[in-house]
């Protein structure tokens, strides 16, 4: 089993539309948790920290389950510009980062 | 530009050559990383250092790359008898040891072509 698996979509939603991504993850990568954002040859940039409280950032929200080891990211009234791929990360206790392939999102008009 | 950024953006080199690569992290972070990125793959990390230290280098990493970061500052990254495999984006990140140690910031990369 990977350190951290998603589902490597696509998806393709109509924009407007409120999509969510998870995440699982293995004991090794279970110190912190992010998810990235990566346009297409570009590099990856930091979208949100996930926090066990669970964290909303204007549109775009985290949750945290220990419990069952998963991580997911809702994104509200999706735009064109939301595009792209969303990589969720792992860190363990060597402060190295795990990285999922990445979930592709293509919002249309 | 406070960002992390890389040098080249693009290398074209031929198999067999040598080639490296510069990255400037963020000034005040102490944390700097190596990536190796293919297409539709996720970040592979290479090394990590902290100040001048190289802490940790994956075992995937074959003695023809070495990296260095001497002052604790910038890095640099060499790949030498490139191989066609070798073929992808290499990104650096740098954090920082304070607030949120794990969050890494990125550079724009520099895509390497072996032919």
């Known amino acids: 089993r990977k350190e951290v698996e998603q589902d490597p979509g696509p998806f393709n939603v109509p924009e407007g539309a409120t999509v969510a991504f998870n995440c699982t993850y293995s004991?090794?990568?279970?110190?912190?948790f992010f998810w990235y954002r990566q346009d297409c040859r570009k590099e990856p940039k930091l979208l949100m920290s996930?926090?066990?409280?669970?964290n909303e950032d204007g549109r775009f929200t985290a949750q945290l389950n220990r419990a069952s080891q998963y991580i997911s990211l809702l994104i509200r009234d999706s735009k064109l510009s939301d595009s792209a791929t969303y990589l969720c990360?792992?860190?363990?206790?060597?402060?190295?980062?795990?990285w999922g392939l990445g979930t592709s999102l293509a919002v249309n008009p | 530009d406070t960002g992390v950024s890389q040098d080249p953006r693009h290398k074209i080199t031929k198999r067999g050559q040598n080639v490296t690569f510069r990255c400037d992290p963020i000034?005040?972070?102490?944390?700097l990383y190596w990536y190796r990125q293919t297409l539709g793959q996720g970040p592979e990390f290479l090394t990590y250092?902290?100040?001048?230290?190289?802490?940790?280098k994956s075992r995937l990493l074959s003695d023809r790359f070495s990296a260095e970061r001497p002052k604790g500052s910038f890095s640099t990254l060499e790949i030498q008898r490139t191989e066609q495999g070798d073929s992808a984006m290499y990104l650096c990140?740098?954090?920082?040891?304070?607030?949120?140690?794990?969050?890494?910031?990125f550079g724009p990369g520099t895509r390497l072509t072996v032919t």
């Open positions: 250092f902290q100040n001048e230290a190289q802490l940790e």
């Open positions: 996930v926090y066990s409280s669970g």
């Open positions: 004991n090794s990568a279970s110190q912190s």
């Open positions: 990360v792992g860190a363990g206790n060597n402060r190295k980062l795990i």
């Open positions: 000034s005040e972070h102490n944390r």
């Open positions: 990140a740098s954090s920082s040891r304070g607030a949120g140690p794990y969050e890494q910031y």
